[in-house]
């Protein structure tokens, strides 16, 4: 799909938004000289809502791109996103472009910030997690006259490439599975889901796929903080508390799944006849549990490869047409936690 390019945008684009003269416009955005708290905020509005980002690259070189791929990413605590940077690094290994890394903590306010940062710079792409940002996000990459490659989710519409797997597909498949397996009474522990919409997502498809089995969530809990084993064990044991005859815990992802696992074995519970349990992300760590947890793989580093791909190619073929579509598909893994259907 051709998208316009739409031009850079200039000072006298943010002067003209905001009624204020280019060289106060200047200063309001290098925090320099006296202007009035009126102005500065009518000029930041101004080019927020333009998607203005300041040149930083001074002099002669101010027309040209850097050879930097900005990396926008959520958390480098979480293990699912070292695997997308890894498949980014080794693509681009040997392109003369190289990887930088912004985190925004799930934080769409940090993420706008990041990305004003970042291409201040002039990058020569942007690669960033996910399709929903905030209006000045989406409007600082639709003007920034680079190649932009969302990741990790297709549902929904890109800024301009995307590359990943289908969350609420995601969700349903595993749904479908529990279903089929004969699981009736399941309960749900993930994150608050407040910015993690990936997660959301799953969840949303999951619930799709039991309500056309009849079924509902028992239970759910949710926690806040990183996922963690510690936490997994201490949600299980809550969810447990409240239903204890459950069937079936699917977690949002496999390291609070990995704690649960370990919490149901530590009272003895029979795994998957006596109460199934399944995770997601497929993290290669948790290979030495008692039992193989049930997950799905989410693709990782493969998106990373693709959208690397998709900003090299277009780097060395900048009449390359943009918008790319890359649906990958996920793998169900039914491991020793989900029995098979009868």
């Known amino acids: 799909m051709t998208r316009p390019r739409q031009r850079l945008l200039t000072l006298r684009d943010v002067s003209e938004a905001s009624g204020v003269s280019e060289m106060t416009v200047s200063r309001v955005l290098r925090g320099k000289g006296d202007v009035s708290e009126a102005t500065r905020l009518k000029v930041q509005e101004a080019a927020r809502s333009l998607g203005y980002v300041p ?15 900005a990396v926008v990413i959520p958390s480098l605590g979480n293990m699912v996103f070292p695997e997308v940077l890894s498949g980014i690094s080794a693509t681009l290994d040997g392109t003369g472009l190289q990887p930088v890394v912004g985190v925004t903590d799930y934080s769409p306010e940090k993420e706008e910030k990041v990305l004003f940062e970042m291409l201040s710079w002039r990058p020569s792409g942007v690669i960033i997690a996910g399709l929903e940002h905030t209006e000045a996000s989406v409007a600082m990459m639709k003007r920034a006259g680079i190649p932009v490659v969302e990741v990790l989710d297709v549902d929904g519409e890109p800024v301009d490439a995307m590359v990943g797997i289908s969350q609420r597909r995601a969700g349903q498949q595993m749904g479908e599975a529990i279903a089929a397996a004969g699981y009736r009474r399941i309960g749900f522990v993930g994150t608050g889901m407040e910015h993690d919409l990936r997660a959301r997502k799953r969840l949303e498809g999951f619930e799709s796929a039991l309500a056309a089995h009849g079924i509902e969530i028992a239970v759910r809990v ?24 459950l069937d079936f815990i699917y977690y949002a992802n496999d390291m609070v799944g990995a704690g649960g696992l370990l919490e149901l074995l530590a009272r003895g519970r029979n795994i998957p006849a006596d109460i199934g349990l399944a995770g997601f992300n497929n993290i290669e760590l948790l290979d ?26 277009r780097h060395n073929d900048p009449k390359m047409e943009g918008g790319q579509r890359i649906t990958l598909t996920p793998i169900l893994q039914k491991g020793q936690t989900l029995r098979s259907a009868p």
Do not use: F, H, W
């Not at 949710?222 to 005859?245: C, I, W």
């Open 288 to 313: 030495g549990l008692p039992l193989r947890l049930a997950t799905m793989d989410a693709c990782r580093r493969e998106a990373g490869q693709k959208a690397a791909e998709i900003i090299a190619a």
């Open 55 to 69: 040149n930083k690259i001074a002099g002669s070189l101010a027309s040209q791109r850097v050879n930097l791929v």
């Open 222 to 245: 949710r926690y806040e903080g990183s996922s963690a084993l510690q936490k997994g064990r201490e949600e299980t044991a809550n969810l447990l508390d409240q239903v204890p005859g």
